[in-house]
């Protein structure tokens, strides 16, 4: 077989998804203790993130210290987050944004207002991602070898191209494709505020001249980066259960309302990318094992997915209430609980659903834990990886 990149070099590809970040931070600290009593003191060469996904990536490589500690520091970070820590909560501020769309709409655009791009204000994200990235710690980690590269991808607005920056040594490829490009640059706050501006909600984060947001919107293939960039085996963190044909609703009585729409549209723009490009893995994984002349032209990637395995947004209508009653208040506009509740699940920053999620990502990668031994190990980690 003919192999891209190093021998025995383990990505992790972390997803999108707003507060549903918490459920990665519960996997990453069952995987830092499996690896722990394995004797991996850090066993990922290749970090890779996307919205959410990217600030758990910053926090990740940012670090010295070992899977186990640096991955139980990400969940105190998550278990004691609130929405004033993410967006700015007060009256004030949301009602000025508020009033500020609804003159923009009113006047057709003449208002002389400035104009917002989001439903929120991000400085206190902007803040808490200041505090926990260390671009200088990152460079020490490429330099001693233990980490080869680190990724977040956001999306140009301007061209509606995918960026992939990239932070990594010197020899990593790079790469330019259809609609997706990769730049070498040292992480910067705007990186990740980029990659995590989720559409319409986080307002664009300049960098250099141009205007970025959330990386899953034009990043259909996100395992590519950690593909391109040598991997030869992923382990995936997906904060989607995988859906159950049976447990579909057989009719819409309640119809269609606007918080049913915009939970559709995040879905399909947050999370539907990384479901079809594991998808497409495992079908090239399968070809590659049943005809070994496409060994040629192809290499099979073994891959480990944990995904949930109850639904988020159902648990996030039990901590709906813990909402900021003015964002409460907007969500209730929207239709009813139960067809706004995944858009809900995106801006759920409470304590309270934050553990849920951290408990519940712990526990499903527990369930796994004889894999991620396997994986961990560079061993086989039987069948394709998919779960």
């Not at 509606?160 to 790079?174: E, Q, T, Y």
């Not at 009719?251 to 723009?269: D, H, K, P, T, Y």
Request: charged letters at 20%; a neutral charge; hydrophobic letters at 40%.
């Amino acid at each position: 077989m003919t192999e891209k990149g190093h021998q025995g070099t383990s990505a992790l590809v972390l997803s999108g998804g707003g507060s549903r970040g918490a459920y990665q931070a519960g996997a990453l600290k069952a995987i830092g203790e499996i690896a722990a009593g394995a004797g991996h003191e850090w066993p990922f060469k290749i970090v890779t993130g996307l919205s959410a996904g990217a600030l758990n990536c910053a926090h990740l490589v940012s670090s010295k210290q070992s899977i186990e500690i640096t991955s139980s520091e990400l969940t105190d970070i998550w278990a004691n987050i609130t929405a004033d820590r993410v967006f700015r909560t007060d009256p004030a501020s949301i009602s000025s944004i508020g009033a500020r769309w609804l003159a923009g709409v009113a006047s057709g655009g003449v208002a002389r207002t400035k104009k917002p791009d989001s439903l929120v204000d991000t400085t206190p994200l902007r803040d808490l991602i200041a505090s926990r990235l260390n671009a200088n710690a990152i460079d020490h980690n490429i330099t001693s070898g233990r980490l080869r590269a680190a990724c977040v991808s956001a999306t140009e607005y301007a061209t509606s191209r995918g960026v992939s920056f990239i932070h990594g040594h010197s020899d990593v490829p790079l790469w330019r494709k259809t609609r997706t490009v990769s730049i070498a640059q040292r992480f910067r706050t705007e990186h990740i505020m980029a990659s995590s501006a989720i559409p319409l909600l986080f307002p664009a984060t300049k960098i250099g001249h141009r205007h970025y947001g959330d990386g899953c919107l034009r990043n259909l293939t996100p395992l590519l980066p950690a593909v391109e960039l040598g991997a030869t085996r992923v382990m995936v963190i997906g904060v989607r259960r995988e859906a159950q044909v049976d447990e579909l609703p057989r009719s819409g009585s309640e119809g269609a309302s606007a918080g049913r729409v915009l939970s559709v549209i995040l879905n399909a723009v947050l999370m539907d990318g990384l479901e079809s490009d594991v998808e497409t893995l495992n079908k090239i994984n399968r070809f590659v094992t049943e005809i070994p002349a496409a060994t040629s032209r192809y290499r099979k990637i073994p891959f480990l997915m944990i995904r949930p395995s109850k639904d988020i947004a159902a648990l996030a209508v039990d901590f709906a209430a813990e909402m900021p009653p003015l964002v409460r208040y907007f969500t209730r506009g929207l239709g009813p609980l139960s067809q706004s509740a995944e858009f809900i699940s995106y801006l759920l920053f409470q304590p309270e659903f934050c553990r849920a999620l951290i408990n519940l990502g712990y526990s499903d990668a527990m369930a796994q834990s004889s894999r991620i031994e396997a994986f961990l190990g560079d061993e086989d980690i039987g069948g394709t990886g998919h779960e």
